[in-house]
């Protein structure tokens, strides 16, 4: 059994996001691995204790990615992968899965692929299917459960979580699956997953190794812009309610609203 | 605002995963255990479970091997966070006495069932009713018959007897009048609490100022394999007393993580709250006790980490442990105060955690070495003046 988290780090939840002068974006708080992964990586090891095996969590991306592979070593994937090379700078996702599928493709005999529901940052969850197009495997999104695993038979069946109700469905192996909050409890880093994480050297794999072309960025962000400030004001009339219902009439008959 | 401890990076990864542990144990979770007096079983569960109450056993026995320092900031990061390391701290530490002074099969046996959370060792019972801080008086009484000891006798304040596997035990085997020095003839031994109250102990809990498991234990003809006597027989008081240095070390670490955690919520509640148009953090009144808190707690922090350096260099650290220990007890005690004060009134209301963390720092004041022992250790060890008992 090998399983294999894409992960990436994004800012924390309750991060402020602001665009300064330069049209550079900043957050209000350091990056964490993107907070649905951390349901992927544990179900990644909870996998692995049960089947035996490796669990592999991989990121393409810059080092301050790497943040997010410790995470991933810290709660106890076996082995962590960096994927990058100049050469992405400035693209977009499409190219980002092709990197992604390349290094699965060359780690050999991946059987399943866990992605979180999506990234925080962008909200936005086409990476998962776009590396699962990129492999040809099958893609499984909104995974509440997995209902059962057989790495000899390559078979899995998982519940998805749809709005119209919860879907029971069967596939075959190898496949992609991202999963939803309900599937476990996220496990914390532990001591010795820490250690581990302090020590390890992380392989980067540039895209000459995984043996691919990115070629030109498809598409390009010309420029990111603060949301517009609210100009609205809030005005509280005081007094028992038949007083202050008859301030706001006033109030409403001097602005001209009515 | 920035953090206001300036150590926050050193073992940062420690600290940022015990924080994100504590994150989901919250107000509201310590809250609630005290409305019914629980013990905080999931949260014990979760340290378990990702190493950090066994940090201290060395790897060959399945612990994490860390330094004492690390350990330390284990507990720190616990109380900082809003938490109460108080529960379950024994289990880092009570497992000392096993460590250095049981034998291999001893060790073979319990060590890596602590480690990996099966067996839990976070009883120690030291304290009678009739003998208080003086140690070698006690009276509790092992009596060696063939292939076991039959323990008579009476303990109190013997925290967390209920939700522990295991006890060491420090009991007389040999009477007071008979020993040469008055350290001589006492015993350490492993009891075993999963079966203990069918065999003759008694565990009666005391209800008290915190939300705290601490009981009176009898023992009544209560039989103990001399297997699980620890190290050698009369010489119980020296192992207790070399495991001192450790335990005044992390309970000083204890403080300066709720030391931190008052002076953080006094200066943001002293910056927030406004009062005569003003926020109260303006009037020197206010502001400087929660700044001299602040000074206190960081010189304590400092003795700490000298007295780990000394202790993992394998120095003698005795004076340093114990100054750490007074000093990050006052410190933390000024900062509750401090804390209290500036909340005014709002201080007195469970919802803001203060006066919990108020009661619980207060305890580190008597337990588990009372304020005025420590300093009778430094008159008369450290400063050569006479015996003051
Ligand atoms: C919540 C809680 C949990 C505890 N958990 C444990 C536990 O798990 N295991 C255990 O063995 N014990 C435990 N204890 C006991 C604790 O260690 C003792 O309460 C403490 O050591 C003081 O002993 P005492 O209460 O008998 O006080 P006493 O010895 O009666 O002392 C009373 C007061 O007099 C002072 N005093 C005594 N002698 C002198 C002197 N010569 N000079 C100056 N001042 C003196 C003391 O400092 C203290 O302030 C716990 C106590 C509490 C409150």
Redesign the interface.
Known sequence: MHVVVCTKVTPDTAAKVSVNDAGVVGWSEAPVINPWDEYAVTEAVLLKGDHGGQATVMTVGKQEHEEAL?QGL?IGCDQAIRVWDDALEGHDNLQYSKAAAAAIEKLGDVDLVIFGKEFADTQTDQYVYQVARKLGWTSLGAVAKILEIDFNASTIKVERLLEQGKAVVSAKLPAVIAVLKDINEP??????G??K??KAEIPVWNLGELGIDVGEPKTKVAQYKNLPVRGSQVQLFDGTPEEAAAKLADKLIEEKVI | MHDINPKSELHGDIRKAVRQLCGDFGSHYWQSLEEHSGYPEAFVDALTQSGWLSVLIPEDYGGGGASLTEASVVLEEINRSGGNSGACHAQMYTMGTLLRHGSEEQKQKYLPLIASGELRLQSFAVTEPTTGTDTTKTRTFAERRGDRYVVNGQKVWISRVQHSDLMLLLARTTPFEDVEKKTDGLSVFLVDLRDAERKGLTVRPIKNMVNHETNEIFFDDFEIPAKNLIGEEGRGFRYILDGMNVERILIAAECIGDGYWFVDKARHYANERVVFDRPIGQNQGIQFPIAQAYAHVRAADLMRYEAAELFETNQPCGTEANLAKLLAADASWEAANVCLQTHGGYGFAVEYDVERKFRETRLYQVAPISTNLILSYLGQHVLEMPRSF
């Open positions: 410790k810290a496990k914390y880093p532990s001591f010795m820490i250690r994480a302090a």
